[in-house]
């Protein structure tokens, strides 16, 4: 028997919620990455954690799972996590931050360390009993200074599992261990010892030479390197962070004509406020009165104010500099464009890249085999030499040096920046996957209107009968696409009453306006054109103008004549598209004279251009060059485009356009600009390169110094220094990115 209905609707799978946890106690990446297999493993949840933001990105479906079991799970594994708290308000105290605890642990602990070091290493600076100053300094560090890798290691271990704290404090354990050991049951406690320090550890030193250095030395290492990380993803936010915040907490509310100061919070879609120069825009709305210029450049990077004025659409946060100006709210709260530009970067953090999974799963197996290899690191020394000094000291640099920190931070520090960057740049990814995409892509798919060209048209002739304009005007008022409403525009109100509309997309609009049934349209089902309104009409085409012809009562009685105009950057972008290795192809529903006319201004060749095609075409555009092998770029705005940015390899949609092409795409861009196409690519293609160069050193690190510390030829000491140094190369690596530069 057939299941019915009822039962394949049960089968559906149920909608997901989703969730950001804020997790604290992660000290690397493979705390991220066993929390995650924690979450995993729940029923009903797709779980993402991220190192650098500390947060877990959770999916799931809530008959199955509820919040708090998700908290508890964190808990269990030894971390806590917590739903986002709202931002506190400014007269609020802000708690101590990790990074500000780390620096006063590492200041001491230097402080401390710094004599311990220096007598170690200078045998004319030993007085007598020395070694035991040096005890008695070293101690703090270690049981202190390090109490973060212990605490750690301790936790980790009580749920059965290791990190990289887990190395750290094992070694600086076993330096401070054997310290002791020598100083109070070996010789090194006697008066008048002397230590020496060499590049190469010592053999056959015996129980007269001491660690403390060693077990000091590499812990100020370490929390320099920790202090380093926390100072970096303090910085690789701040980014996002100032996009958040630009918003403004009040607005200036018109009430019957009176202007009350409410609360952002309190303000509601179709309220109008005013907006002074020099002030912010509450929100997302409509000019209702007034005009000014609009500086947009804390959102899309644009320094060149913008004119408004009645009927122009503005966006909160961005800065009016000239006139006063009325506007109806459209947009509040979380559906603003400034709000759903913060989702859009924090999302693109939270979540992972290719690459970035491959180092997740080499960090959770690399400790615990350099947990092997130091113990048979140690074993082997004993059994070849019976040195126990010389099997000491390789243990422990092999515990030290292999510490996979860099590993961990080259990825999730690189996405921080790089997407912080883009998002003051007006360039938002959505996600860590399309940084991948971009390396791959080859051809990049141009829509003209609204991306090559202004799209916004404008009347420049009529030909034919006086009553063309009018007629015409009246039934295009129910269109919204620019030709319709340059028509409009140029016709002015009134307009006389329209029945019976209907528009059919690619091809025109029909109605009924004074008893005379009309059609409009560049092509499709019109009557004969008569030869003198052909010749206009042929005319405008081959200037690369849109000649719409009218028809009613059964004859083409009128030709309407609009044009449209090219972006002043958009020939200069396409030259920077080449120069990045992107075939451009413009595809356009325009006949081919007005394509080719757009194509001689912005330089592309006529094998470049695909004309008349209509909406649901640019879908088979970019099936058919994917079909010959290319890997496709898609660029529009419109809602006719959102089907065509969905199937490309790589879709681009221009901020100025429909929320439905902005879903549709991979890279949203704020500017409504050729050039913040070319800043996407070249931003997130250096981004891909940072993240493999950090991967790239951080695999060498670790392969080529561990079997070093494993042969004796690496002092624990050095060791240390080298783990914290390659760390903060990571993240300095990562932290370039803040200096990427518009191509325009």
């Known amino acids: 028997m057939s299941a019915g209905p009822e039962a394949a609707r049960s089968q559906a799978p149920a909608p997901l919620d989703e969730v950001r946890l804020d997790i604290t106690g992660m000290t690397c990446a493979s705390c991220a990455n066993r929390i995650e297999r924690k979450l995993n493993k729940l029923d009903g949840v797709e779980a993402s954690v991220n190192y650098a933001t500390e947060a877990a990105t959770v999916r799931f479906d809530p008959a199955r799972v509820v919040t708090d079991r998700l908290l508890e799970t964190v808990s269990a594994a030894g971390y806590a996590a917590a739903l986002p708290t709202p931002p506190a308000d400014d007269d609020e105290q802000e708690p101590v931050a990790p990074e500000s605890a780390l620096r006063q642990r590492l200041l001491v602990s230097t402080v401390l360390a710094l004599p311990v070091v220096l007598l170690s290493m200078v045998p004319a600076w030993q007085f007598t009993n020395w070694q035991w100053v040096a005890l008695a300094l070293a101690t703090p560090v270690v049981l202190w200074g390090a109490w973060p890798f212990h605490r750690a290691a301790v936790v980790n271990a009580r749920h059965g599992a290791s990190t990289m704290d887990t190395l750290v404090s094992i070694g600086i354990t076993a330096a401070y261990l054997w310290s002791l050991w020598a100083l109070f049951l070996g010789d090194a406690g006697m008066a008048g010892m002397r230590m020496s320090f060499t590049l190469l550890p010592e053999r056959g030193a015996g129980t007269h030479e001491i660690y403390l250095e060693v077990a000091s030395a590499v812990t100020v290492f370490l929390l320099a390197g920790r202090w380093a990380e926390a100072r970096a993803k303090r910085r690789s936010g701040a980014a996002l962070a100032a996009l958040l915040e630009l918003g403004v907490r009040e607005a200036a509310v018109l009430r019957d004509g009176v202007e009350v100061r409410v609360p952002i919070a309190e303000l509601a879609v179709g309220d109008r406020f005013v ?4 002030e912010k825009v509450a929100t997302d709305g409509l000019v209702v009165s007034g005009s000014s210029a609009v500086d947009l450049s804390m959102l899309t990077g644009e320094s060149v104010p913008v004119e408004v004025a009645e009927g122009d659409r503005v966006t909160g946060a961005t800065v009016n500099v000239g006139g006063r100006l009325v506007v109806e709210a459209t947009r509040v709260g979380a559906d603003t464009t400034l709000a759903q530009l913060g989702r859009l970067v924090t999302q693109a953090q939270s979540g992972k890249a290719q690459v970035q999974r491959l180092a997740d799963r080499v960090s959770a197996v690399f400790v615990p085999v350099v947990l092997v290899i130091a113990l048979g690191t140690l074993l082997g020394w004993l059994l070849l030499t019976g040195d126990v000094t010389a099997a000491f000291t390789a243990a422990v640099a092999v515990l030290v040096i292999a510490c996979p920190c860099a590993l961990g931070l080259a990825t999730p520090t690189a996405l921080l920046v790089g997407t912080g960057r883009g998002a003051q740049l007006g360039v938002l990814i959505k996600g860590p996957e399309v940084l991948e995409s971009t390396r791959r892509v080859d051809t990049v798919v141009l829509d003209k209107t609204g991306t090559v060209t202004t799209g916004q048209m404008s009347l420049v002739e009529v030909a034919g009968h006086p009553d063309t304009l009018r007629l015409a005007a009246a039934v295009e008022a129910g269109s919204e696409h620019p030709i319709a409403r340059a028509v409009v525009a140029a016709a002015g109100a009134p307009l006389a009453p329209v029945t019976g509309f209907a528009s059919q997309a690619g091809i025109g609009v029909t109605g009924t306006v004074e008893g005379h049934d009309l059609v409009i349209g560049c092509r499709g089902d ?43 950057s958009s020939a200069a972008a396409i030259t920077r598209l080449r120069a990045l290795g992107l075939a451009p192809v413009l595809v356009t529903g325009d006949n081919a004279g007005a394509a080719a006319a757009v194509a001689r201004a912005v330089g592309l060749a006529p094998d470049e251009v695909v004309s008349g095609v209509l909406p649901a075409g640019k ?55 050729l050039d913040a196409a070319v800043d996407a690519v070249r931003l997130a293609r250096r981004t891909l390169a940072v993240i493999k160069g950090n991967l790239f ?19 624990p000491l050095l060791a240390g220094l080298a783990m914290a140094a390659s760390s903060v190369l990571v993240v300095t690596n990562s932290l370039r990115l803040r200096r990427f530069r518009s191509a325009a």
């Open 275 to 278: 907006v002074r120069p020099g």
């Open 619 to 673: 879908v088979d555009v970019v099936r058919d060059l994917q079909a010959r092998g290319r890997v496709v770029a898609m660029v529009g705005d419109g809602v006719n485009d959102a089907p065509a940015l969905a199937q490309a390899d790589l879709g681009l949609a221009m901020g100025s356009g429909t929320d439905v092409a902005i879903e549709a795409s991979d890279l949203t861009l704020v500017r409504a600009d």
């Open 697 to 715: 050193w951080a695999f060498a690190y670790n392969v080529a110094l561990v079997p070093l510390a494993a042969l004796g030829f690496l002092n």
């Open 526 to 568: 019109l009557p004969p054109v008569p030869a003198d309104l052909a010749a206009v009409a042929d005319a405008a085409e081959a200037a690369g103008r849109t000649a719409v012809r009218v028809a009613w009562d059964g004859e083409v009685r009128g030709v309407l004549v609009v044009a449209d105009t090219v972006k002043p």
